[in-house]
């Protein structure tokens, strides 16, 4: 059911942008995409489970990756991997980054795993989340080292 309202909130989203040029085919195909979910429900169940392993795969790689002692990481995907203290589990599934520049001094960025980034390959979305993790340290500096 939440892969109908998402392709749904989709296709809202694309009528009522204003830059957006949309394509009466482009509604239609979505549409139609909503309509196969709705006459396939085990095609749900299969996408909720290889979400679930491709989200596993996302969070092995970032472990891997992310070892950067100034920046704890906790992730909010249920099912899969929740070390936060409190999530909100109501919205998409998120990965929280906190700089810990000082005892005083820890900025977040929550990094969303969902949409269209969901589409790439667990490598290219952990790319994606380090590379996020990142710019963020980065800006952070920039701001702290003025």
């Known amino acids: 059911m939440k892969e109908i309202k998402e392709k749904l909130e989709e296709i809202v989203a694309l009528m009522n942008d204003p830059e957006a040029t949309v394509m009466e085919k482009e509604v239609k195909e979505k549409l139609e995409s909503v309509m ?3 006459n396939n429900p085990e095609e749900i169940e299969m996408n909720e489970k290889e979400t679930k392993a491709k989200l596993e795969e996302i969070v092995a790689l970032v472990n891997n990756v992310m070892v950067d002692p100034d920046i704890d990481i906790e992730y909010c995907i249920p099912d899969v991997a ?13 990965i929280l980054a906190t700089y810990v520049v000082s005892e005083y001094t820890r900025p977040t960025r929550k990094i969303r795993l969902s949409g269209s980034n969901m589409q790439n390959t667990p490598r290219v979305i952990a790319d994606l989340v380090t590379f996020s993790i990142e710019q963020f340290k980065s800006e952070i500096d920039s ?4």
């Open 82 to 94: 929740t070390t936060a203290e409190s999530c909100d589990v109501t919205g998409d599934p998120y």
């Open 36 to 38: 196969s979910l709705l």
């Open 143 to 146: 701001v702290e080292m003025g």
